[in-house]
């Protein structure tokens, strides 16, 4: 693969051992055999004062009014500055022609509202933005005067939160206090990646407060934060 | 002149101090220059270094044209790791050129008599070197058809380049370092070009040296509006000295990855393009005057000069080196820290310690003049130097890319028979450009040389 996935979501993964440093770990060494998981999906962050916006030559990566840090293809020329200076590494690149464009019955395949990739083009998560958009414009259907209704909180599901099982992804408007995702970022367990960098992200996480039974512990030894 | 105390009467030091040999008149500086355009056969080995010269430069048309075809996904970058040769090679061109731009604007400015026999054919060399790194900008983009797009046109789409990114701050820089620079070179061919279409005996040499002339006549008049010209174009050019080279530096210590975002790029980056560029300037003039017979008018006080200058210019990058260092430790910033261990233990240290060793350790043998004044050492040093170099900007750019923030995303970089195939085929351009121009152009300015017989002679 050579560091060409096209997955706009990497599933990191760390162990913890319980272990300080690399020496304490030789390879016979029983807590490695078990060691305690973490992982940790990471799509765009879609920062406030986002690296790659400020050295795309050509404005190709770009702020909407909503917060959103879009990405315009057809603009886009492929230096590939913008993932050299993202800090989370999650911009993806068409370095070859990845898509089939020739085959007749792949093209049902694919969704129409998602532009087919193209050669030499960057790429990345886009908080789905063809859902926001089909979602406002369903609001200003239903709107009275010409005036939009309102995007209600959780009318937009992105495709990630409605795949995750366990509902751990939450999508919505963080500048409305009552909704769901500004009810969870007040929690003092909201955390930023890479916070100290400025980049100010609008995904942030919530750190996992786990308290296991001590016998059933494992290799857990230190408090959880 | 060094002229002026007591050891000039020593031989030895006399012979250093000569910018040409004695015995040359006004026709004799003519005849040995103008000769080697129009009068001598064309050698066998000419024809050979060409010949593979030219070789290498289809290498790099076929290169590319693959490239088009294919996609940049031919190259060994990847993500994390965006830019890898392309770039390494087109800041290792650009700074090659710089030297050329020094030597004949700065040094002009300046009145080193030295700078007379070599800024000719260091500022072809300056060309030469800004088509090759020209080059790489435009074909590392994943759609080079739209490239343009990084110029201020009136679009019908009404957008403009974003004037934040470094990257437009570079096609400014880089199109008017190639603009001056060609204006600069060609205004300074123009008597030349007078002389051998004054000298030259067929008839299409004649038409075509004569259009390039632009109707010179050596009158007093042209002669005075050519010298303003030309002191007004050294003093365009001399800025550009410091600012080409800092403006592409700012394509990484603008950035955020550790190991790019560092103040002391600028100052570093222009030190390393003038030791570069020296470096080169005598890759060339060594087999230069030794196919030529040249030695009369480069001389051992040009070598040693030149010398000097790499030295001086090596010191300031060793203090880059550094203070790049001791920045990343004293900042007490986790991702410097790092940056400092990888570069030193990491998967790539064997490149930063082979740095050091060829643009550090090795050039301090220059401070000994028999050194400096020994034609193949210096040969061998400016090819140590010019590796050592090219492997700053690999450390630079690439093997900071491979492990940044976050571990999850670390990468390798592997380069490609692509990688080096392009790389080697500027080598390739480069060299065969240069084959052309001492075929058919001056390499030394004989107007200025002239000047100097008559400064000789009043010294003798």
């Known amino acids: 693969m050579r560091g060409r996935e096209m997955h706009w979501i990497r599933i990191d993964r760390y162990y913890d051992t319980g272990l300080k440093t690399q020496e304490d770990t030789p390879a016979e060494n029983p807590e490695l055999a078990n060691p305690q998981t973490f992982f940790q999906p990471v799509p765009c962050q879609q920062c406030e004062n986002a690296p790659c916006e400020q050295v795309c030559p050509v404005g190709a990566t770009v702020h909407s009014a909503e917060g959103l840090n879009d990405m315009v293809y057809n603009r886009c020329i492929g230096t590939r500055y913008c993932s050299n200076n993202c800090p989370y590494k999650v911009r993806r690149f068409n370095f070859l022609r990845f898509q089939d464009w020739e085959t007749p019955s792949l093209k049902l395949m694919r969704n129409p509202e998602v532009t087919i990739r193209s050669r030499g083009v960057m790429e990345k998560c886009t908080y789905c933005v063809q859902r926001i958009n089909n979602v406002r414009i369903t609001a200003e259907k239903e709107g009275e005067n010409g005036a939009s209704r309102g995007i209600r909180d959780g009318e937009i599901v992105t495709a990630c939160e409605q795949a995750c099982p366990s509902e751990a992804i939450v999508f919505g408007d963080a500048n409305n206090p009552n909704n769901r995702v500004s009810k969870l970022r007040a929690q003092q367990r909201n955390y930023n990646l890479l916070g100290e960098l400025n980049a100010r992200p609008r995904t942030t996480y919530l750190g996992a407060v786990r308290n296991p039974h001590p016998d059933l512990a494992g290799p857990e030894k230190k408090e959880p934060a | ?460």
């Open chain 2, 1 to 460: 002149m060094s002229a002026g105390d007591t050891h000039v009467n020593s031989p030895e030091i006399q012979r250093l101090a000569r910018v040409i040999e004695p015995g040359h008149s006004y026709a004799t500086v003519t005849d040995k220059i103008a000769s080697i355009v129009l009068t001598r056969p064309t050698s066998l080995g000419w024809l050979a270094g060409f010949s593979i010269a030219f070789t290498l430069m289809m290498v790099l048309m076929g290169s590319i044209a693959w490239l088009v075809t294919k996609g940049v996904g031919i190259w060994g970058i990847n993500i994390p790791i965006g830019w890898g040769f392309a770039i390494v090679n087109f800041v290792w061109w650009i700074g090659i050129g710089h030297a050329g731009t020094l030597i004949s604007a700065i040094l002009f400015l300046l009145n080193q008599k030295w700078r007379t026999s070599i800024n000719r054919f260091a500022e072809a060399m300056t060309l030469f070197a800004v088509a090759c790194a020209g080059i790489f900008p435009l074909i590392h983009t994943g759609r080079p058809w739209m490239a343009y797009y990084m110029f201020p046109y009136p679009s019908t789409m009404g957008i403009w380049p974003q004037f934040r990114s470094p990257l437009i701050w570079d096609v400014f820089a880089v199109s008017t370092y190639g603009t001056v620079s060609a204006l600069f070179w060609f205004v300074g061919l123009i008597p030349d070009l007078a002389t051998l279409r004054d000298r030259a005996t067929n008839k299409a040499a004649q038409i075509i040296y004569g259009m390039l002339a632009m109707g010179w006549r050596g009158s007093a008049r042209h002669w005075h509006r050519y010298q303003s010209a030309y002191l007004l174009l050294a003093g365009l050019a001399t800025p550009l000295v410091l600012s080409v080279h800092s403006v592409i530096s700012f394509d990484f210590s603008i950035a955020i990855v550790p190991g790019w975002h560092t103040t002391v790029f600028p100052p570093y980056f222009v030190a390393g393009a003038i030791y570069s560029g020296f470096a080169m300037v005598l890759t060339i003039a060594i087999p230069l005057r030794k196919a030529y017979d040249l030695e009369d008018f480069i001389t051992m006080r040009h070598l040693e000069n030149m010398a000097k200058v790499m030295l001086a210019t090596g010191l300031i990058v060793a203090y880059g080196y550094f203070f790049e260092f001791f920045m990343s430790l004293y900042s007490g910033n986790k991702f410097d820290v790092f940056l400092v261990q990888q570069r030193l233990h990491g998967p790539y240290s064997s490149y930063y310690y082979a740095l050091i060793l060829c643009n550090i350790l090795t050039p301090q043998v220059l401070w000994f003049q028999k050194m400096r004044t020994n034609v193949a050492v210096l040969f061998v040093m400016s090819l140590v130097i010019n590796v050592g170099m090219w492997l700053e900007r690999f450390v630079i750019v690439v093997i900071s890319l491979t492990r940044d923030f976050m571990p999850s995303a670390w990468g390798r970089y592997q380069p490609t028979f692509w990688d080096w195939s392009t790389f080697i085929g500027t080598l390739g351009l480069f060299v065969s450009l240069l084959f052309l121009f001492v075929r058919a152009l001056p390499a030394i300015s004989i107007a200025e040389m002239r000047e100097l017989v008559h400064t000789s002679e009043d010294h003798e």
